[in-house]
């Protein structure tokens, strides 16, 4: 043991491994780490905590008011119209994912939050009762059954988080990235906070400074080129990013590298002394957490079903638009009505894409000779995407459809044939595809979209890099909320005549 003011030196770590290899480990097929024993953990927990407390005030309700009627179908009913909003909007206000984002998450930080969903759930309850005449409850019995809920699902979450803190699941084998000042202050706070979980393993940095003594037996565990080696031997789920003498681009290569490894990333920003809010913070140091880089199987559920309502009546509504455009295109004579093209979908899965067709039967035999007017291949323009002002192959129809963004209406069929989605990544040919980086290959993760991120901020005016940075930010940070978001911006984009391709 060190004597008291004498500064450690880290271990010298190994050699650092040849320049690529962490983009090569990172790739591997089939070893993706995957954090979810905590997380699957917390939320089935919280789950059957919230479930039980509704159950429980539900029926002490009951018991000490006159509430619900006698008929038992009744009661279930009324319970079940109930229960289902709270769980839906727990889920909706993140009540399910706070905990796995922030390792310092309690109850007593989402008081406000249950106060609300509570209020919710009561008033959905009682719009049910008294719109049917299943029940006809007082101010009393309803304000009874109000805080019995509230009071219940705060003590059956406390309870919930008390079990799950001493589980062994709950436990994260953690690494920190830095080992200067502020690392170093991280790791001796943490391991003050045995509650959070984290289990910090050591520090990763090609460049330490001298250990603190109060660091206990927490060393250096190698450079960060190691670090997909690192988190593969010693099971790491969660990566704190604090700072290091590494560049602005070696650090985004490393989260990309982490986000292939599907750990939980948190990092700590720049600046952070005059940072007015973070996602959590560990004893005044902020942290900012990355969302996990997958959808969960809830997620996709909600997403598909979205696509496939929304689609199948769209298509029935817009069933005389249909026939139109298509007689229309039969009397111009210029080919087909539908045009259909290979482009890349998910999971690197080629499928064809259908839309009106708006140009010229033979429009891909001339591409070559009007290559000239390709605008992305003069001034600096990108030469790997293709686009033509005023194209002479585009049709007098075509030239309609393409500024009202009519001619995309048929990819609705891909979309019920489950290749596309309403808002996802911009489907690229395949001739495109290929100059995809390796590292925004995950934008592929979600099926194609009819409109999307790209479309919105600049569709066919941005360069293909900002449009492949684009769709992967939109995969990193998927939400249905931001999918809505998304197709009402379209509509002005449209409406302004500006031409989507």
């Known amino acids: 043991m060190a004597a008291e003011g004498q500064t450690v030196q880290f271990v010298e770590p190994p050699p650092a491994p040849l320049e690529g290899v962490v983009a090569e480990v990172a790739l591997v097929p089939g ?15 919280l789950l059957t905590a919230d479930i039980l407390a509704l159950l429980f005030s539900f029926w002490l309700a009951r018991r000490l008011v006159e509430f619900a009627p ?28 706070a ?6 998450h309690s109850t007593a930080d989402e008081i406000v939050t249950l106060f609300h969903l509570t209020t919710i759930g009561v008033a959905v309850l009682l719009a049910t009762a008294w719109g049917t005449g299943l029940a006809h409850p007082n101010l009393s019995s309803s304000l009874a059954l109000w805080g019995l809920s509230l009071v219940s699902i705060v003590v059956t979450r406390s309870c919930a988080r008390f079990y799950c803190v ?38 990763v940095d090609s460049h330490p400074k001298e250990r603190r003594e109060d660091l206990h037996d927490l060393t250096l565990l190698g450079t960060q080129a190691e670090l997909p080696v690192l988190v593969r031997e010693h099971s ?5 990013i604090a700072f290091s003498n590494d560049g602005h681009e070696d650090l985004i290569r490393l989260v990309r590298t982490l986000r292939d490894l599907d750990v ?41 079903s979205f696509d496939v309502v929304v689609a199948a009546v769209s298509l029935v509504v817009i ?81 309609v459809l393409r500024r009202y963004s009519l001619d995309e209406l048929p990819q609705l069929v891909n979309v019920l044939r489950g290749e596309m989605t309403l808002v996802g990544p911009r489907p690229l040919i395949l001739e495109e595809d290929r100059h995809v980086p390796e590292w925004a290959r995950r934008r592929l993760e979600l099926k194609p979209g009819i409109t999307g991120l790209w479309q919105v901020l600049g569709n066919s005016n941005i360069s293909f890099e900002e449009m492949v940075r684009l769709d992967y930010e939109y995969v990193a940070t998927w939400s249905m909320w931001r999918d809505f978001q998304l197709m009402l911006k379209t509509l002005p984009v449209v409406a302004g005549r500006r031409e989507l391709s």
């Open 31 to 45: 070893e993706r780490i995957r954090s979810t024993r905590r997380e699957r953990l917390l939320r089935r927990t």
């Open 70 to 97: 006698t008929a038992t179908g009744a009661q279930a009913l009324l319970l079940l119209v109930a229960g289902v909003t709270w769980l839906g909007a727990a889920k909706l206000y993140g009540l399910y994912d």
């Open 99 to 104: 905990d796995t984002k922030r390792p310092n």
């Open 166 to 203: 001493r589980h062994p699941a709950f436990i994260q084998n953690t690494l920190i990235v830095g080992a200067g000042d502020v690392g170093q202050a991280l790791a001796r706070k943490l391991l003050q906070h045995p509650e959070y979980g984290l289990n910090v393993l050591g520090f």
């Open 236 to 240: 790491i789920e969660r990566v704190l």
């Open 264 to 304: 939980r990333i948190d990092i700590v920003p720049r600046l952070f002394e005059i940072l007015p809010r973070a996602d959590h913070t560990v004893e005044g140091i902020p942290l900012v957490s990355l969302p996990a880089f997958r959808l969960s199987r809830t997620a996709q559920m909600r997403k598909r």
């Open 319 to 399: 069933a005389p638009l249909f026939l139109a455009i298509a007689v229309l295109s039969r009397l111009e004579r210029h080919g087909p009505v539908f045009f259909k093209q290979k482009r890349m979908g998910a999971e690197d899965k080629p499928f064809h894409v259908y839309k009106f067709r708006t140009m010229v039967a033979n429009a891909d035999e001339q591409k070559s000779s009007l290559a000239h007017l390709n605008k992305h291949a003069h001034n600096g323009g990108d030469p790997r995407m293709f686009k033509i002002p005023n194209d002479p192959r585009v049709t007098r129809l075509g030239r």
